[in-house]
């Protein structure tokens, strides 16, 4: 069966179907529980002077006040990064880490910063194995040995002393009042502590921060006041970085680690350095597309993936056509098998990133794929090249009128990190040494396999899919994108650049059109619901397993046309999430 010449012939009919989806017809029940589609989702938002997409209301008006008052990009991206630590704590935090991505017209030059989490020193290869060397899957993800020593802080205020114009202290001032004063809690933050109630009940600390004093629950429109927190962050603020990594929080951090088996000391918090590193560059179709390098596996295989893609006529295939999707899946099969046996912290291994982003790299994973039949996975090996976060991981997106561009995505891995509060201290501790290879060879949480370059080791960073990534076009910041999702986050990421480039979408229907996802293991297409069955059953038909699940991602993003004007769409899959610009 010719499949290609199908695709041509229904080309015209998929457009119009795919366009009218991506504003009109997504439902709730295709996604996850708080997916909306509000009126205002339907098309951009449109600026000229700044633009903010991020995943709470909140984070989003505090940080386009800050540019309207003079603050630049990453001004505004430090002040809604603290202010997400205090209205969503399930993936906002200071107990986390991440990575950011800074463009400026003006030097020509993109950064990225990286305040990954770091093991502890007294971390080992096999600390989440038993006697008999097999994982103990929950020591990694629920006790105060899954805590990576924290990065949030660090890498916020090395962004601001190299980039912005702010003091931190004034960066935390808008999260210190919501902390203290209290804010009125959405739907969407009083369902999350209910699907995490045993876990957030099962400690003291957690059970005070999240639940009223009579034990119930806080429901949506009630004020939730954090002053554990507050008083950390004013620590901060008064103090600096040593606010959090010395004095009374780093002795809060330690004595809670002493008193549960925990890792993390003194010596760790006081040592811990975010650094700057070179971002991912690649091209694809003539856009310059920078993403972030290791620890961080997303960067490179978004660039790995388009460049497998290029040579073949993506815009004539059709948006989530079969022939698209197929050769999508394939290639995302290729770069999830070499994520499983290159990629770790490269301070640590040697990581072949110049052949895996190479365009002869890519031409020789394109000899492999059939246009026409799916490569089983088991017959997928990692090629001759010269683990995941949750679904809570959150992603904003900000541009100024001074062109700059800040793409950032933190977490503390699954909704609410290890569920372990700080007691005195407010604040979630990470889960994130879950994202070591707990034993190479064996799948993590979500199903991804690691291998020896992303073992345990003193000091290292854990490999992770956070991918925030700024395109450009002759020099010009033209997409500022990211996203939550784990494993997800580097396809989600992926497809909202092929809607805009190759199938022309403005940033809206981009992040809206339904999503699909391939990680070599388990080896299935996972997709949104929207993807027509007539085209499953084409999928099925050329050897692929089609599994229909829920929301893929949650991505915040921006586009910037050549004349200045900025489009901002907030992603329909979080209820809270906004893009406002002016």
Known sequence: MNFSRIFKLNQQVKTIFIMALSATLLSPSAFAEDFILEGQRAAPVVGTQGMVATSHTKASEVALDVLKNGGNAIDAAVTAGFVLAVTQPRSGNIGGGGFMLISSEKTGKVVAIDYREKAPKAAYEKMFQDENGEVVKNRSRFTHLSAGVPGTVAGFALALEQYGTMSLADSLAPAIKLAEEGFIIPARFASGVKSREERLR???????????????????????????????????????????????????????????????????????????????????????????????????????????????????????????IHLMAEAMKHAYADRAEYLGDTDFVEVPLKGLTSKAYAAETRKAINPSIAMPSKDIKPGDAPTYESNETTHFSIADNMGNAVSNTYTINFGYGSGIVVPGAGFLLNNEMDDFSAKPGVANAYGLLGGEANKVEPEKRMLSSMSPTIVKKDGKNTIITGSPGGSRIITTTLQVLMNVIDHGMNIQSAVNAPRIHHQWLPDEIRIEQGVSDDTIKMLETMGHKVEQKSAQGAIQSIQIDDKGTMYGAGDPRRSTSLALGY
């Open 202 to 324: 099962s400690r003291p600390a957690g059970a005070k921060m999240f639940f009223k004093p009579d034990g119930s629950f806080y429901e949506a429109g009630d004020l939730f006041v954090q002053t554990d927190l507050a008083n950390t962050l004013k620590r901060i603020a008064e103090q600096g970085t040593k606010g959090f990594y010395e004095g009374e929080t780093a002795n809060l951090i330690v004595a809670d680690m002493q008193a549960n088996d925990g890792q993390i000391t003194l010596e760790d918090l006081k040592a811990y350095k975010a650094s700057e590193r070179e971002p991912i560059h690649g091209t694809y179709r003539g856009y310059d597309i920078y993403s972030m390098s290791p620890p961080s596996s997303g960067g490179a295989h978004i660039v790995q993936i388009l460049n497998t893609l290029e040579a073949y006529p993506i815009r004539e295939y059709g948006h989530n056509s079969a022939q698209t």
